[in-house]
């Protein structure tokens, strides 16, 4: 855990700014062998349905994942995860799980007014960090061992079932050009599933870009 981050990563480069000493930002280090590489989406699922979970009990409705794996409350961003696996063979060596959750910050640079929010902004009040993180540990080790034993269907269900504008007609752009689709699910990729004026289409991590979030 760290107390202040300076050099925080996110999806494909992009960064991760937090005010120290306000924000869960953690690492988990896993060893997932057991999970084949055409399901290693599994993880990402299980890691985003236990933080949504834990914050969900602390702020009440208003929480999704929105795909792959940031968390939001209503339009704004929370949180986030990277997961960077090693692979050795066919086999998932370890697996680094980088998580960065907006907790106690009350303030936010002026590019991220409207885009980004916290639990205080939402509660009012400053939260344990160290209770949460335990929380958030507990809950991941809990699915954790539910993706060693197999049970994947629940926590596939959970994690669609979350989707930010899942099932809602919404606007999204793929190489500059927008277009209207409905998000139907994940594939066992991990690609974002759409039914869009052309039929069901699958999108790969930052293919497409999600408009109007205002």
Not at 80 to 94: A, P
Not at 111 to 127: N, P, W
Not at 141 to 146: A, D, K, N, V
Request: hydrophobic share 40%; with cysteine.
């Amino acid at each position: 855990m760290a107390d202040d981050q300076y050099a925080g990563r996110g999806q494909q480069n992009s960064t991760w700014n937090v005010e120290p000493g306000k924000n869960l930002t953690f690492s988990v280090l896993l060893k997932p062998k057991f999970l084949p590489l055409n399901q290693q989406f599994l993880l990402n699922m299980a890691v985003s349905v236990a933080i949504n979970d834990v914050l969900s009990r602390l702020v009440g409705e208003g929480l999704t994942i929105k795909w792959p794996n940031d968390i939001y409350f209503l339009n704004r961003k929370m949180g986030g995860v990277l997961i960077e696996n090693s692979i050795v063979g066919n086999d998932i060596k370890t697996a680094i799980i980088g998580v960065g959750v907006n907790v106690n910050q009350q303030n936010f640079e002026a590019e991220l007014t409207g885009k980004a929010t916290s639990v205080f902004r939402i509660l009012q009040r400053d939260v344990n960090l160290v209770g949460l993180l335990a929380e958030i540990c507990a809950a991941l080790e809990s699915l954790y061992l539910q993706l060693r034993t197999g049970k994947h269907t629940n926590i596939r269900r959970a994690y669609v079932d979350k989707l930010y504008q899942i099932d809602e007609i919404a606007r999204y752009q793929k190489g500059g050009e927008a277009f209207d689709g409905m998000i139907k699910g994940v594939a066992d990729s991990g690609l974002l599933q759409m039914e869009t004026q052309g039929g069901l289409q699958e999108f790969n991590f930052k293919e497409i870009v999600f408009l109007n979030q205002s």
